[in-house]
């Protein structure tokens, strides 16, 4: 792997108490190509623009898919990564699903390592912090025929993290438009996703609500998950969670949290979840939490939702399952407490 440095590193211009989630990079990126049936040219080099043909597949036909990860730094300035290899196995499912070639574990684990050692000055310590990890590839063949390329790039990317979500978030339970079919690529990380869920996020976030909760694409009757995260709800002392399909993302957070909730003996159903029942666990005065887990939000509490023109608001806690969930992971991530899943990864 060719390696070239930066001059000057970059990281004295950035202000880390005040990071806007996804705009400033660290130094260095990764990047390699698959031509002639092969993965080559893999190199790091300091962050910059790529060139690429307006031909370019990926343009037309979206084939684009992406991981996200997070690096943490300990007490002692070790670095950790959390879960890496499942994120290896989801970017082969997702790649596969979309008829792109498959990287190597060898190369994903490599090119992370090396590329987070050049860069673990922008790894800061500290509870929230975290640089967050953008593994992902996409067809460059210049050609706008309508077949899946030959030609591609595996790319890695990072940027400096605090917290995804500021303030309260409210969610709405959509009954119209739908983020995924059966059958389709709804549990790839494909980039084509999230471009269309982009427009009814937008309506929802000018009706106050931050995310949208995505039901089934048939009749709207059962919970999904949300735009950038999987979804958990408390009824009683009981955690509801939607099981995952080829219409939802198997959430490496979410799989953490139910081991977490099995380990400490902590009431979890893996099921079909109605939105009848949660609206009526709600009037009931039975719903006690929604919360919902992703690699970028963590655990995100979330305050109320919306559903047919109706508010409802959810009571506040004190012995809340998304705090304690979020500690536990926490403490694992910034290596706090003993790892008993072997999740952490030192880098």
């Known amino acids: 792997m060719k390696i070239k440095k930066v001059i000057k590193s970059n990281i004295s211009n950035v202000d880390f108490k005040n990071l806007n989630f996804g705009s400033v990079f660290s130094d260095h990126m990764f990047s390699c190509s698959y031509k002639n049936g092969e993965w080559t040219n893999a190199e790091i080099k300091p962050y910059q623009p790529i060139r690429i043909s307006p031909s370019a597949r990926v343009f037309h036909y979206g084939q684009a898919c992406f991981e996200g990860m997070k690096a943490f730094k300990d007490k002692k300035n070790k670095i950790w990564l959390f879960r890496p290899k499942d994120n290896y196995k989801r970017i082969v499912k997702s790649s596969e699903r ?11 684990i490599d090119a ?7 860069d673990k000055d922008w790894v800061k310590p500290g509870l929230g912090n975290s640089l967050y990890i953008r593994p992902f590839i996409f067809a460059d063949e210049p050609s706008i025929n309508a077949t899946e390329a030959d030609e591609y790039k ?16 409210k969610v709405k339970f959509e009954n119209s438009f739908s983020r995924a079919a059966k059958g389709g690529v709804g549990y790839a990380k494909a980039a084509g996703n999230y471009a269309a869920q982009f427009y009814p996020t937008k309506l929802s976030r000018e009706q106050g609500f931050q995310q949208i ?12 998950e949300a735009g950038t995260m999987n979804l958990f709800f408390r009824i009683g002392n009981k955690l509801l969670t939607a099981p995952t399909s080829d219409s939802i993302l198997d959430g490496i957070t979410r799989k953490s949290l139910i081991e977490i909730a099995n380990k400490e003996e902590i009431d979890v159903e893996v099921r079909p979840i109605k939105v009848d029942e949660i609206i009526n666990a709600s009037k009931k005065g039975e719903l006690k939490e929604i919360f919902g887990s992703g ?10 939702f919306g559903y047919k023109n109706k508010i409802y608001d959810l009571p506040k806690t004190d012995d809340s399952f ?11 991530q910034y290596n706090i407490s003993n790892d008993c899943y072997g999740w952490r990864f030192e880098v």
Do not use: Q, R
Request: charged residues 20%; aromatic residues 12%.
């Open 98 to 108: 979309l008829a792109m070639p498959c990287i190597s574990e060898k190369l994903f």
């Open 112 to 118: 992370l390592k090396i590329l987070i050692n050049l």
């Open 154 to 169: 595996f790319m890695i990317i990072c940027a400096p993290a605090k917290s995804y979500y500021s303030g309260d978030v």
């Open 213 to 224: 909760i995505w039901t089934d694409s048939n009749n709207h009757e059962y919970i999904e």
């Open 295 to 304: 690699t970028a939000v963590v655990v995100l509490p979330i305050v109320g």
């Open 322 to 332: 998304a705090s304690y969930f979020k500690k536990k992971l926490n403490d694992i």
